[in-house]
């Protein structure tokens, strides 16, 4: 396992804030209140061991085929439906959608290889990611890639806590499937939206797991 830099600014913040509340709680509290110095340690040491793993990377065996398209994030699927896509397609696709709960693994991955044809950023509100608004009302950036196959449109979507969507993609980029996408912090969600007529390989309430589960097959 590694921690994604994303992390180390928030850890280090996390780090010092752990330090220094204790090194209060140590040099005030301990001597007349040890059970609340502790309890202290306890608290913080939980919150600092959480934030760390917020931000891990665990080492994983990836999934790859040119016929297949993988979970670009880990999490629960919560939404399998027909939609219409008014951002980009502009008619009926299959929107497969992951919600990934604060203690999920956050870096985001390539689905499907092929090059990058569209990546735009949205402002937005933050409902919390399984509202069924918050895929075109909430803060979002939207990635196309493009292999022979077809075209396939990934959403990030941020939620009720995340407040930063990090996207490492960019117009013209040839990517690799299972490849890191991005990254989202403290909850949120991630859309896809299939052609009509691909093989889906999950199920509702599914629990999946980034470049490794396999969420459709190309027709």
Same mark, same amino acid.
Not at 21 to 37: E, G
Not at 39 to 51: A, K, P, S, Y
Not at 58 to 85: F, H, Q, W, Y
């Given at each position: 396992? *590694?921690?994604?830099? @994303?992390?180390?600014?928030?850890?280090?913040?996390?780090?010092?804030?752990?330090?220094?509340?204790?090194?209060?709680?140590?040099?005030?509290? +301990?001597?007349?209140?040890?059970? !609340?110095?502790?309890?202290?340690?306890?608290?913080?040491?939980?919150?600092?061991?959480?934030?760390? +793993?917020?931000?891990?990377? &665990?080492?994983?065996?990836?999934? *790859?085929?040119?016929?297949?398209?993988?979970?670009?994030?880990?999490? %629960? $699927?919560?939404?399998?439906?027909?939609?219409?896509?008014? @951002?980009?397609? %502009?008619?009926?696709?299959? =929107?497969?959608?992951?919600?990934?709960?604060?203690?999920?693994?956050?870096?985001? #991955?390539?689905?499907?290889?092929? @090059?990058?044809?569209?990546?735009?950023?949205?402002?937005?509100?933050?409902?919390?990611?399984?509202? &069924? %608004?918050? +895929? *075109?009302?909430?803060? #979002?950036?939207?990635?196309?890639?493009?292999?022979?196959?077809?075209?396939?449109? $990934?959403?990030?979507?941020?939620?009720?806590?995340?407040?930063?969507?990090?996207?490492?993609?960019?117009?013209? =980029?040839?990517? @690799?499937?299972?490849?890191?996408?991005?990254?989202?912090?403290?909850?949120?969600?991630?859309?896809? !939206? !299939? &052609?009509?007529? $691909? +093989?889906? =390989?999950?199920?509702?309430?599914?629990?999946?797991?980034?470049?490794? *589960?396999? !969420?459709? %097959?190309?027709?």
């Amino acid at each position: 396992m *590694t921690i994604h830099r @994303e992390g180390y600014m928030s850890i280090a913040i996390g780090a010092l804030a752990f330090a220094v509340l204790n090194l209060i709680s140590f040099y005030f509290i +301990s001597a007349h209140a040890a059970w !609340l110095s502790g309890l202290i340690f306890l608290v913080t040491l939980g919150l600092l061991l959480f934030l760390i +793993s917020f931000f891990r990377i &665990p080492r994983r065996n990836l999934s *790859t085929g040119d016929d297949l398209i993988v979970c670009p994030a880990d999490g %629960k $699927v919560v939404v399998i439906e027909e939609v219409v896509d008014e @951002e980009y397609f %502009k008619d009926k696709r299959l =929107q497969i959608s992951i919600f990934m709960s604060p203690a999920n693994v956050h870096q985001n #991955r390539n689905p499907i290889g092929g @090059e990058v044809v569209y990546n735009q950023y949205h402002k937005g509100k933050y409902l919390v990611a399984w509202h &069924p %608004k918050s +895929s *075109t009302e909430n803060e #979002r950036h939207t990635v196309v890639i493009r292999n022979p196959h077809g075209e396939l449109l $990934v959403k990030q979507i941020a939620g009720a806590l995340a407040r930063r969507i990090v996207n490492y993609l960019h117009v013209g =980029q040839k990517v @690799e499937q299972s490849a890191e996408m991005g990254f989202i912090k403290f909850g949120s969600r991630v859309d896809v !939206l !299939l &052609p009509p007529g $691909v +093989s889906v =390989q999950v199920q509702l309430n599914q629990v999946v797991q980034g470049g490794v *589960t396999v !969420l459709a %097959k190309w027709a």
